[in-house]
C-alpha cells in the first residue's frame, strides 16, 4: 500500500481535501458523533486507492491508520502508510486490549487502535477502516451502529490483472492472495452495502453517496436537527 501523507488518520495538512463545510459540528456547542465505517475487499481490488480518493473528496471523513508487524515495503513510509511495530510489540498491545480489532493476514499481524478511532468519532468525525473480514467481523461486534461496504472487483480475471499491474509480490505471493481471494468474496453477505470497482471515479461515487446518506440518516443528523428545531421557538407568546 501506498498513500499520500495526508491520507490517513486526519493527521498533517490534508491536500487535495476539499474544505471542511463543518458538518462534524452539530452546532449549539454540540458536536455530532461521527460514523464508524469499514471497508474490506479482497486484495488487489483498490480499496487502498478508492479510500484514498474518497477522504479527499469528503470532508470530515479520515481513514484510520493500522498497526502491522509486516515490515515496511520499498515505497512505504512509517507513520504513513502504516504505523510499523515488530510482532513482540504488537503482541504487547493486543495483551493490554489497545486493539479494536486485529487480524493475522498473510503471516503478519494488523490492528486498529480502540483509542485512535474513538478520538475521530468523539470529534466529531467519520472514521473509514480499510481492513479484511475477519477485523470487520470483530468490529462490528463490538460495535453495532458499524456501516460496513464491501468492494467486489468486477471478476477475478481482473482481480489478478490489478495485482499483476501493481507488481509488488513474488509470483508465489500473488498465488496467495488469489487463493484468499477466492475464500474472501463470500463474505460479502454480512456487509450493508456492495460495490464493484469498475470506474474508479464512479466507484468512489457510490462510496461517496454511501457516506452521505449515512449521515443524513435520523440517528445522525438528530443533534443539527435539534438544533434548527430550536431556533424555531417563538419568543413572543403574547
Ligand atoms: P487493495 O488496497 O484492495 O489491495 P490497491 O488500491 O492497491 O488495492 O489497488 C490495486 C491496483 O489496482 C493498483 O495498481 C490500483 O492503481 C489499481 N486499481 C484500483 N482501482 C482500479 C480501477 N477501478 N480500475 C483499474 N485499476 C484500478
Ligand atoms: P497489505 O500488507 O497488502 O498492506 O495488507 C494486507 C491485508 O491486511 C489487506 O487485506 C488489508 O485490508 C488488511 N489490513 C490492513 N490493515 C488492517 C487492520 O488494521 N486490520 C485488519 N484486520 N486487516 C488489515
Known amino acids: 500500500m501506498s498513500s499520500s501523507p495526508s491520507a490517513r488518520d486526519g493527521e498533517g495538512p490534508r ?5 471542511s463545510t463543518g458538518s462534524g459540528q452539530a452546532g449549539a456547542g454540540q458536536v455530532r458523533r461521527g460514523l464508524l465505517l469499514v471497508v474490506s475487499a479482497p486484495s488487489g481490488t483498490g480499496k487502498t486507492t478508492l479510500v484514498e480518493r474518497l477522504v479527499q473528496l469528503v470532508p470530515d471523513l479520515v481513514m484510520s491508520r493500522s498497526y ?3 515490515p515496511a515495503r520499498e515505497g512505504e513510509t512509517n507513520g504513513i502508510d502504516y504505523n510499523f511495530v515488530s510482532r513482540q510489540r504488537f503482541e504487547e498491545m493486543v495483551a493490554i486490549g489497545d486493539f479494536l480489532e486485529w487480524a493475522s493476514v498473510f503471516g503478519n499481524l494488523y490492528g486498529t487502535c480502540a483509542s485512535d478511532v474513538e478520538r475521530h468519532l468523539a470529534e466529531g468525525r467519520d472514521i473509514v477502516l480499510v481492513i479484511d473480514v475477519q477485523g470487520a467481523r470483530q468490529v462490528r461486534e463490538r460495535r453495532v451502529d458499524t456501516v460496513g461496504m464491501f468492494v467486489l472487483p468486477p471478476s477475478f480475471e481482473v482481480l489478478e490483472q490489478r495485482l499483476r499491474g501493481r507488481s509488488k509480490d513474488s509470483e508465489a505471493a500473488m498465488q496467495r492472495r488469489l487463493q484468499r481471494a477466492r475464500d474472501e468474496v463470500a463474505g460479502f453477505v454480512d456487509y450493508d452495502y ?12 457510490r462510496l461517496r453517496a454511501i457516506v452521505l446518506a449515512e449521515r443524513a440518516k435520523l440517528r445522525q443528523a438528530w443533534p443539527v436537527a435539534e438544533q434548527i428545531v430550536g431556533t424555531f421557538t417563538r419568543k413572543d407568546t403574547q
Open 15 to 19: 491536500s487535495g481535501q476539499a474544505p
Open 68 to 70: 502491522t508487524s509486516r
Open 194 to 205: 456492495v460495490v464493484v470497482n469498475d470506474e474508479l471515479e464512479s466507484c468512489v461515487e
